[in-house]
């Protein structure tokens, strides 16, 4: 019997510790701001929890982050980095409430040495800013613009919803000229895109939107709903489009670049992927940063398509056809012209070519 008080005693013991351990667990909440070194960012409020009693900073670069104000519920934040910060600074606030459980707020805030050109920060930063772990493929701000996958970068240009609910574009970073930017989706219609405007990014206001992580939007939304049909993306420019397609911008905008956007598998800060959830980076000028504008799309699945088109069919001259000075079209006596082993071979006796059709 003493044995069976005994048991029942640590039992309860174990219970009760438990149960206060998990009273004092954190609930760990985000916060993102960015903003020129020396001023003072766009602020962001956090609701505070019933019963709180304290807010103060917890750990980490606090001298950069401010509180400007803690009244009727709700806590106002701000980063202000002094004017030799530049970079990635972080920091934990904690709100406290009477039974003592605290919920941490995780603090990040990103500053820019000045505003555009060799100023702006590199796609790298501003996906660890955001708290993604992507090889993004190189460190510094310029990179090349050519149709080379870089780092995790995917092949695929066209998607479709992959569940219920919508589409979302969620602008999360632009480091651009200053201009308003439509953005959205388009369809395939009749061998042409048919673009869809979804939202429109804001020029510079009180603060730089331009210039800055979270830019405003100022007009329509950042969801839409493309049914069952395969889209890309794309976003308009003050001289011209991009789209997610190659093909479009060679089409279009031959003397832009033709690989406009790359688009990467979102993983979180432990590197694990997110389901169905990419980085859609886009390159403006033609320096290749690819942080002119950069949105999270959420519910897509890529739609992987051969971007080559055949043009031998290694047996024969099908859809080609031959020139010789002298001698004529599609006329080769002397067998300039050959396939071996599933190879075209060109002998060069005499003067012409091979064209495809």
Known sequence: MKKIILF????????FHMNAQEAKKSVTKTLIFSTVKGQLSKPDTVSLPHG???????????????????????TVIAFQPPADRK???????????????????????????????????????????LGYKINIGWEGLPNTTLPV?????????????AGKGNVEIIPVARYSPDFELPFGYYTDSAGMPRTK??????????????????????????????GNKTFGFFAVGPTHTAYSEDVWNMLFHPGNVVHPTRIYPLKDASGTSIKNSYLLCYEEAKNGDYNDYVFVVKNIKPVMT?????LFN????????????????????????????STLHVLGK????????
């Open 149 to 161: 996958l870089q780092g995790d970068e995917i092949a695929a240009s066209l998607f479709t919803k």
């Open 314 to 341: 290694g047996v024969s001259m099908d859809g080609w056809h031959s020139y010789l000075k002298d001698i004529g079209t599609n006329t080769d006596p002397d067998n300039n012209f050959r396939i071996e082993d």
């Open 197 to 226: 405007q979804v939202g429109v990014l804001a020029k510079a206001g009180m603060y730089p939107e331009h210039q800055s992580l979270f830019p405003a939007i100022a007009q329509g939304g950042h969801s839409f709903d493309p």
């Open 350 to 357: 005499d003067l012409g070519y091979v064209i495809t059709d």
């Open 8 to 15: 029942t005693c640590l039992l309860l013991i174990t219970f």
């Open 87 to 129: 970079g990635i600074s972080r920091a934990t606030l904690g709100i406290r409430n009477a039974s003592g459980a605290v919920t941490k707020i995780e603090v990040t805030g990103l500053s820019t040495k000045a505003l555009e050109g060799e100023n702006e920060i590199p796609l790298s930063m501003v996906a660890d800013a």
């Open 52 to 74: 709180t009693v304290s807010v103060k900073w917890l750990s980490g670069d606090t001298a950069y982050f401010s509180i400007l104000s803690s009244k009727k519920g709700k």
């Open 306 to 310: 051969d971007p080559f088109t055949r």
